[in-house]
């Protein structure tokens, strides 16, 4: 129980955006669902007539229902539109006002992707680490790790800015050609996978998934 309430009180708000965004996606299928039983409420073509008999619609009351069937879908439609824009702009000022550091669990987020140089074609690794705990954190020289199956081989980036140190709220982020490890390695070419980890000088460790190399979504500058 104690756990419960201590995880509760650190991803409180996180919990809550949650459900309100769950909330939201339940109101929008609702809208959707609510026109499209009134749809099924007045077939086109027929209309029910008070002894039930069915008889066929004149030109002007088939138009007439197209029209309204018309101004109806438009509605839905704009509704969404207008609830999918104001979400969008929400979010946008929440992450340029820092709201959304609050909201996620207050935890090191560490995360490596791969993307490939529109100048050069090379083949790069972003590695971002956000401290979103409450207090600072010093990380030591992040490592690049390269798998083929069960083996892993391990390398260390050194550079002048680690050991670093994040304030609370802050965040770093590499760009490195990783493309040059199977070039200058011997038998690093059978290593298809590649991720990287980060450790801190009190010996906590966070680590990426391993990305096959082919897996390159964005393109850098």
Not at 39 to 53: F, L, N, Y
Not at 66 to 81: A, G
Not at 150 to 158: E, S, W
Not at 159 to 179: A, C, K, R
């Amino acid at each position: 129980m104690s756990r419960a309430m201590e995880f509760w009180h650190k991803n409180r708000n996180f919990v809550l955006v949650l459900f309100a965004g769950l909330f939201l996606l339940v109101l929008c299928n609702r809208v959707l669902t609510t026109d499209t039983d009134s749809e099924k409420k007045e077939p086109a073509g027929t209309v029910v007539t008070e002894d039930s008999q069915y008889r066929p619609l004149s030109l002007e009351e088939i138009e007439k229902y197209k029209e309204t069937k018309s101004r109806s879908d438009d509605s839905s439609f704009i509704r969404i539109l207008v609830l999918a824009m104001a979400l969008i702009l929400f979010v946008k000022f929440g992450f340029k006002k820092g709201w959304f550091a609050y909201l996620m669990p207050q935890v090191v987020h560490f995360k490596a992707s791969l993307r490939r140089s529109r100048k050069t074609g090379r083949l790069l690794m972003r590695i971002s680490f956000f401290n979103n705990t409450p207090q600072s954190k010093t990380f030591n020289a992040p490592h690049v790790f390269f798998k083929k199956g069960a083996k892993i081989r391990n390398f260390v980036l050194r550079n002048e800015y680690f050991p670093l140190t994040l304030p609370s709220g802050s965040s770093h982020i590499m760009l490195i050609d990783v493309e040059q490890f199977w070039d200058k390695v011997a038998g690093l070419e059978h290593y298809k996978r590649v991720g990287a980890s980060i450790e801190t000088t009190t010996g906590e460790r966070f680590r990426s998934l391993s990305l096959p190399r082919w897996l390159v979504i964005f393109k850098a500058e």
